[in-house]
């Protein structure tokens, strides 16, 4: 029943594009952890284009490396850069950012360090951690995962070729 749902088709096929990516397990869990990496940085926008950048300058794998940088999409994103802003204001020993009572130029720049100082210190400091966990995590899962041989769903019938009995 499942098989006939096309979000499962979609992620099976995702499953398998990742599995069957070409080089090393090292070279794909590299590029997935760059991925991991600036996908956790206050880069939202520009991520996929910074992370094809970088896997092109450090010769890693692009498809892995664009995989990692997903980590942050609309849904996850709030909760991502809220745990950041949260960590790096506790270690840098910030307050709460307070909105400004007048919506000036001047008033607007000083909450946007206020809020990016943290946000950027807590950002890197979880990608850090987070794309040397999935690198280790990769380098084991990757070659396991190239060995399983996932079979093919059965296609439905065409109309007019119903069973036969």
């Not at 979609?10 to 991925?35: I, N, Y």
């Not at 996929?48 to 490396?65: D, G, P, S």
């Not at 007048?102 to 720049?109: D, E, P, Q, V, W």
């Given at each position: 029943?499942?098989?006939?749902?096309?979000?499962?088709?979609?992620?099976?096929?995702?499953?398998?594009?990742?599995m069957?990516l070409?080089?090393?397990?090292e070279?794909?869990?590299?590029g997935?952890?760059?991925?991991?990496?600036i996908?956790l940085?206050?880069?939202?926008?520009?991520?996929?284009?910074?992370?094809?950048?970088?896997?092109?300058?450090?010769?890693e794998?692009?498809?892995a490396a664009?995989?990692?940088?997903?980590?942050?999409n609309?849904?996850?994103?709030p909760?991502?850069?809220?745990l950041?802003y949260?960590?790096?204001r506790?270690?840098?020993g910030m307050?709460y950012?307070?909105?400004p009572?007048?919506l000036?130029?001047?008033?607007l720049?000083?909450?946007?360090w206020?809020?990016?100082?943290?946000?950027t210190?807590?950002?890197?400091?979880?990608?850090?951690?987070?794309s040397?966990?999935?690198?280790l995590?990769a380098?084991?899962?990757?070659?396991?995962?190239q060995?399983?041989k996932?079979?093919?769903?059965?296609r439905?019938?065409?109309?007019?070729?119903?069973?036969?009995?």
């Amino acid at each position: 029943m499942y098989r006939r749902w096309p979000l499962a088709r979609q992620l099976k096929l995702l499953v398998l594009k990742f599995m069957r990516l070409r080089g090393t397990p090292e070279e794909v869990a590299k590029g997935l952890a760059l991925g991991i990496f600036i996908g956790l940085t206050p880069t939202f926008g520009f991520q996929m284009l910074l992370a094809v950048f970088l896997a092109v300058i450090l010769n890693e794998n692009k498809f892995a490396a664009v995989l990692g940088v997903w980590v942050t999409n609309p849904f996850t994103a709030p909760f991502i850069y809220a745990l950041e802003y949260e960590s790096g204001r506790i270690l840098l020993g910030m307050d709460y950012v307070r909105m400004p009572e007048s919506l000036s130029f001047s008033a607007l720049k000083s909450l946007g360090w206020e809020v990016m100082l943290p946000l950027t210190f807590g950002s890197l400091l979880w990608a850090i951690l987070c794309s040397v966990a999935v690198y280790l995590a990769a380098i084991r899962i990757i070659p396991l995962a190239q060995k399983w041989k996932i079979s093919r769903w059965p296609r439905r019938p065409r109309r007019g070729q119903g069973r036969e009995l």
